[in-house]
């Protein structure tokens, strides 16, 4: 799996016929984010990956490893304008 698994990384999300189909919020390092906008989502192997811009206008790219039952953050940035 790419990205890093982080402990302090918990991810709520919306699952309806599927588990983990949108993510609507993270906490990173006891700080929380609410997702404003899925940017981009996109399926590979055996994971679910978002690309997702909070209210705070801070961009992650979040994946799900179906398989582990894990979430990882693959990169976070913050938003200058348009991602």
Same mark, same amino acid.
């Given at each position: 799996?790419?990205? #890093?698994?982080?402990? &302090? =990384? *918990? +991810?709520?999300? %919306? &699952?309806?016929?599927? %588990?983990?189909?949108?993510?609507? &919020?993270?906490?990173l390092e006891s700080t929380e984010y609410e997702v404003k906008e +899925? $940017? *981009?989502? !996109?399926?590979?192997?055996?994971?679910?990956? @978002? =690309? +997702?811009?909070? $209210?705070?206008? $801070? &961009? @992650?790219? =979040?994946? #799900?490893?179906?398989?582990?039952?894990? !979430?990882s953050l693959i990169y976070q940035a913050k938003e200058q304008g *348009?991602?």
């Amino acid at each position: 799996m790419r990205g #890093y698994p982080i402990n &302090s =990384l *918990k +991810v709520n999300c %919306y &699952s309806g016929h599927t %588990y983990a189909q949108r993510p609507l &919020s993270l906490t990173l390092e006891s700080t929380e984010y609410e997702v404003k906008e +899925v $940017k *981009k989502e !996109w399926l590979e192997p055996g994971e679910r990956h @978002f =690309l +997702v811009r909070t $209210k705070d206008n $801070k &961009s @992650f790219q =979040l994946c #799900y490893n179906e398989s582990q039952d894990q !979430w990882s953050l693959i990169y976070q940035a913050k938003e200058q304008g *348009k991602c």
